[in-house]
């Protein structure tokens, strides 16, 4: 039995996304830009999944673009952003645990001159919005933060932090790191009035290679690429339609199963919590009331390598962190102020619309399996 806890990292394409991509490869396989009626059939792709992409936001489909994927997402909102709004400020405020792709961008504009303001969670593991409005100030000309951690899941207060700062700072451009929670979560754009909003394909069950940022009326950004007037001349080069058909089908069967998976979430998530805590070596280190939809875990004393590696022989994958550290030591959990045994020990588990009961038992009994040999050879 082939056991899939890494969805985090990926989730396996659907197979309504698979038969669109292939479709779309084989039948509408003109490019959206030419005038011709092959071309007409794959413009009409595009409109389709701006308008379900659109649904889910409860936003104007001409607010979508469509991108490679969400670093290539976050780095237009946040550069794109920061260069159409060069005379409002030079400040960023950010927070402690983001992804490498907001990470890393912010800190290539801070060797440019920018200040970074980077908040950090409390000494619960949890955000508070209080901390994001008191960094935010007058030079602020950018505020970017993800919705949910992909490491430990902590959900942070983005409709707190949203609607506080836009009554305070009316202009503020504010971008959110929607990866992790998009289509999980509520994200009605009505209701909260951000500007700005990544999204990736691949964590969602389309194919890798495809993700997306909304964006407001209004805003305007600098693109990072220069070519072409595809995507509103923010995102040039001939758009990859059959991913984009895959996306459309994944979005789609999103917001028609989202509630049941998230209960399978829900109890994948319980079901371990509760069984992991009879387990005397083991470590919670998501909290509670992070998303159902992954459990970040620690054996202290059995490096996190090691342990995945063991998984893995019985045919079992989870991950030690964010898929892009490449097994480095989190900067995340050493952020969340995790002790440095749990950081080398950490395992994330994450959970798709198929995991069983079963699956996880059988992870549970190769864990203990795992704990009694490594802990014989570690003493």
């Given at each position: 039995m082939e056991i899939y806890l890494d969805n985090c990292a990926t989730t396996k394409v659907c197979n309504?996304?698979?038969?669109a991509c292939m479709e779309a490869m084989t039948q509408q396989y003109g490019n959206p830009s030419s005038l011709h009626k092959k071309g007409i059939d794959a413009e009409s792709i595009l409109t389709s999944a701006r308008?379900?992409?659109?649904s889910i936001l409860n936003c104007d489909p001409d607010s979508i673009i469509f991108?490679?994927?969400?670093?290539?997402?976050?780095?237009?909102?946040?550069?794109?952003?920061?260069?159409?709004?060069?005379?409002?400020g030079k400040t960023i405020v950010t927070s402690t645990v983001e992804h490498a792709s907001v990470e890393q961008t912010v800190a290539f504009l801070e060797k440019q001159g920018y200040t970074v303001k980077r908040v950090k969670p409390r000494p619960d593991g949890n955000f508070a919005a209080a901390d994001f409005i008191d960094a935010v100030d007058h030079d602020t000309v950018l505020l970017t933060f993800m919705m949910v951690n992909n490491e430990l899941g902590t959900i942070l207060p983005y409709e707190s932090i949203v609607s506080s700062l836009r009554r305070k700072y009316p202009k503020l451009l504010i971008h959110m790191?929607?990866?992790?929670?998009?289509?999980?979560?509520?994200?009605?754009?009505?209701?909260?009035?951000?500007?700005?909003?990544?999204f990736s394909g691949h964590k969602l069950y389309a194919p890798k290679g495809i993700g997306g940022l909304y964006i407001k009326k209004g805003i305007r950004l600098e693109p990072v690429l220069h070519g072409g007037s595809q995507e509103r001349s923010l995102r040039s080069g001939t758009q990859a339609v059959p991913f984009i058909a895959a996306l459309d089908q994944a979005l789609r069967l999103c917001m028609e199963k989202g509630p049941q998976w998230m209960e399978t979430y829900r109890y994948c998530n319980h079901y371990l919590r509760e069984a992991l805590q009879k387990i005397p070596e083991v470590m919670i280190n998501?909290?509670?009331?992070?998303?159902?939809?992954?459990?970040?875990?620690?054996?202290?004393?059995?490096?996190?390598e090691i342990m995945?590696?063991?998984?893995?022989?019985?045919?079992?994958?989870?991950?030690?962190?964010?898929a892009c550290s490449k097994g480095a030591k989190s900067v995340v959990l050493k952020a969340y102020g995790l002790p440095e045994e749990q950081v080398k020990s950490a395992l994330r588990l994450s959970f798709s619309k198929d995991t069983t009961k079963e699956q996880l038992d059988v992870f549970l009994d190769t864990l203990e399996q795992g704990i009694r040999r490594f802990k014989a050879v570690i003493r």
């Amino acid at each position: 039995m082939e056991i899939y806890l890494d969805n985090c990292a990926t989730t396996k394409v659907c197979n309504e996304a698979a038969s669109a991509c292939m479709e779309a490869m084989t039948q509408q396989y003109g490019n959206p830009s030419s005038l011709h009626k092959k071309g007409i059939d794959a413009e009409s792709i595009l409109t389709s999944a701006r308008k379900t992409t659109a649904s889910i936001l409860n936003c104007d489909p001409d607010s979508i673009i469509f991108t490679s994927g969400a670093t290539e997402s976050n780095n237009l909102a946040i550069l794109g952003g920061t260069a159409a709004r060069k005379r409002d400020g030079k400040t960023i405020v950010t927070s402690t645990v983001e992804h490498a792709s907001v990470e890393q961008t912010v800190a290539f504009l801070e060797k440019q001159g920018y200040t970074v303001k980077r908040v950090k969670p409390r000494p619960d593991g949890n955000f508070a919005a209080a901390d994001f409005i008191d960094a935010v100030d007058h030079d602020t000309v950018l505020l970017t933060f993800m919705m949910v951690n992909n490491e430990l899941g902590t959900i942070l207060p983005y409709e707190s932090i949203v609607s506080s700062l836009r009554r305070k700072y009316p202009k503020l451009l504010i971008h959110m790191d929607a990866v992790q929670g998009f289509t999980k979560f509520p994200l009605n754009i009505r209701k909260i009035d951000v500007d700005l909003i990544s999204f990736s394909g691949h964590k969602l069950y389309a194919p890798k290679g495809i993700g997306g940022l909304y964006i407001k009326k209004g805003i305007r950004l600098e693109p990072v690429l220069h070519g072409g007037s595809q995507e509103r001349s923010l995102r040039s080069g001939t758009q990859a339609v059959p991913f984009i058909a895959a996306l459309d089908q994944a979005l789609r069967l999103c917001m028609e199963k989202g509630p049941q998976w998230m209960e399978t979430y829900r109890y994948c998530n319980h079901y371990l919590r509760e069984a992991l805590q009879k387990i005397p070596e083991v470590m919670i280190n998501s909290p509670e009331n992070a998303s159902p939809h992954l459990l970040n875990i620690s054996v202290p004393g059995i490096p996190s390598e090691i342990m995945l590696h063991f998984l893995e022989q019985h045919d079992i994958f989870v991950s030690s962190g964010s898929a892009c550290s490449k097994g480095a030591k989190s900067v995340v959990l050493k952020a969340y102020g995790l002790p440095e045994e749990q950081v080398k020990s950490a395992l994330r588990l994450s959970f798709s619309k198929d995991t069983t009961k079963e699956q996880l038992d059988v992870f549970l009994d190769t864990l203990e399996q795992g704990i009694r040999r490594f802990k014989a050879v570690i003493r």
